[in-house]
């Protein structure tokens, strides 16, 4: 099966979670780093451990690999208070976002159907 690989989903690590959540968001405004950290801890807390030095560091690697295979950019935006960098979205950033969010509808209507056959519906 394509999408069965040492006995997990391709995709069901976190980082292909946190990837495409960050894509999301950034095709729908500009964000800061840790407001996208802040916003993953709230709306899945049991994605990954959200909070915490540790994985804000796991975080914005995640945020520099995107940046450097050219799918997010960022600029340093400064005001009151500290320097914060702030994220957004490329072109090719959106193209992938898409192909994810693809992949993640495939799965669902896989599992869909998985859940059907296993609790004695027609599939």
Same mark, same amino acid.
């Given at each position: 099966?394509?999408?069965?690989?040492?006995?997990?989903?391709?995709?069901?690590?976190?980082?292909?979670?946190?990837?495409?959540?960050?894509?999301?968001?950034?095709?729908?405004?500009?964000?800061?780093?840790?407001?996208?950290?802040?916003?993953?801890?709230?709306?899945?807390?049991? =994605?990954?451990?959200?909070?915490?030095?540790?994985?804000?560091?796991?975080?914005?690697? *995640?945020? +520099?690999? #995107?940046? $450097?295979?050219?799918?997010?950019?960022?600029?340093?935006?400064?005001?009151?208070?500290?320097?914060?960098?702030?994220?957004?979205?490329?072109?090719?950033?959106?193209? =992938?976002?898409?192909?994810?969010?693809?992949?993640?509808?495939?799965?669902?209507?896989? *599992?869909? +159907?998985? #859940?059907? $056959?296993?609790?004695?519906?027609?599939?």
């Amino acid at each position: 099966m394509r999408s069965f690989q040492h006995g997990r989903f391709k995709g069901a690590g976190p980082n292909f979670w946190i990837t495409t959540f960050v894509l999301c968001v950034l095709s729908k405004k500009e964000a800061h780093g840790y407001e996208l950290f802040e916003m993953l801890a709230e709306h899945f807390p049991n =994605l990954c451990p959200c909070r915490g030095p540790s994985w804000m560091g796991a975080g914005y690697r *995640i945020l +520099r690999e #995107l940046e $450097l295979q050219g799918l997010i950019t960022s600029r340093w935006e400064t005001g009151e208070g500290p320097a914060k960098r702030t994220y957004s979205l490329t072109p090719k950033g959106k193209v =992938l976002k898409d192909q994810l969010v693809d992949q993640m509808k495939d799965l669902r209507n896989q *599992i869909d +159907r998985f #859940l059907q $056959l296993v609790e004695g519906e027609e599939v």
